[in-house]
């Protein structure tokens, strides 16, 4: 019989070090104890720089656990990077904006950005990188395209919208990708104007690729009362960059139908 003043206390049947050390949450460090351990008798470390070894492991781990889950939440997906871009193929672009875009002067300085001009000139390539290197600084960010973040928000239940909203509002950085390549009714632009508002109250940034002006953007939300004073919202802090080139998809096709045209040639 146990005494009033007795206590039990039950233990997991497993002695070793590593085991123990990831029971706690120092899932790096457990991997890293037995070679650190090593190195460190070898290297007659004082206990001291043992500790301070395991911490620097276990804090690298943690940051690129940390950047590999922001980067697959962000789902930028795959995506050419920006040294790829080819600044001479547009007939009009203003390439010290956005070079200062690309470094994030826009998320130090709390302004959104608005990429326009017609398909296939690069604008999602360059939101894409927008978002890669966000992350890689740091920030939370996420990438939808129009369509995805409507019909996301297009739900019968008011409660479910407030948390999805709530959730476009509270990255550093969203991308809303192709607005404009579809028609919505007046609906989506009120919840389109349910994300951009909060952002805007917070100065979070927003980016937008579209291939409208903001005259035109009336043919994407008809009779929506909300676009003057969402347009609004939008360009009051913002950098708008105009894009002014032949479709890169189409280039990219005509090279390779006369490669293939040449090989055939030479057969």
């Known amino acids: 019989m146990t005494s009033p003043t007795q206590t039990t206390t039950t233990t997991t049947a497993d002695p070793s070090l590593p085991a ?85 002067a826009f998320l130090r300085e709390e302004r959104n950005v608005v990429l326009m001009g017609p398909n296939g000139v690069g604008k999602t390539m360059i939101a894409r990188n927008l978002v890669h290197s966000a992350i890689h600084a740091g920030h939370t960010a996420l990438f939808r395209t129009a369509a995805e973040l409507l019909d996301d928000l297009s739900c019968d239940s008011p409660e479910l919208r407030k948390r999805k909203i709530a959730t476009y509002a509270r990255p550093d950085l969203l991308v809303i990708d192709e607005l404009g390549y579809l028609s919505y009714d007046d609906h989506a632009a009120d919840l389109l104007y349910r994300v951009v508002n909060p952002r805007y109250d917070k100065r979070r940034p927003i980016v937008i690729t579209t291939n409208l002006a903001f005259k035109d953007w009336t043919t994407v939300f008809p009779n929506a009362t909300c676009i003057v004073t969402l347009v609004d919202r939008i360009t009051h802090h913002c950098d708008i960059v105009n894009i002014e080139a032949d479709s890169y998809r189409r280039r990219e096709s005509d090279e390779e139908a006369a490669a293939r045209r040449g090989r055939k040639s030479r057969a």
């Open 20 to 104: 123990q050390i990831e029971r706690i949450g120092l899932r790096a460090a457990a991997r890293a104890i037995d070679d650190l351990i090593a190195r460190a008798t070898t290297g007659r470390w004082s206990p001291a720089t043992l500790i301070e070894e395991l911490a620097r492991i276990e804090w690298s781990d943690r940051g690129q656990r940390s950047l590999e889950r922001r980067l697959r939440r962000s789902r930028i997906g795959r995506f050419k990077p920006i040294a790829d871009f080819d600044w001479n193929w547009p007939k009009k672009i203003d390439r010290p904006r956005l070079e200062q875009i690309l470094a994030l």
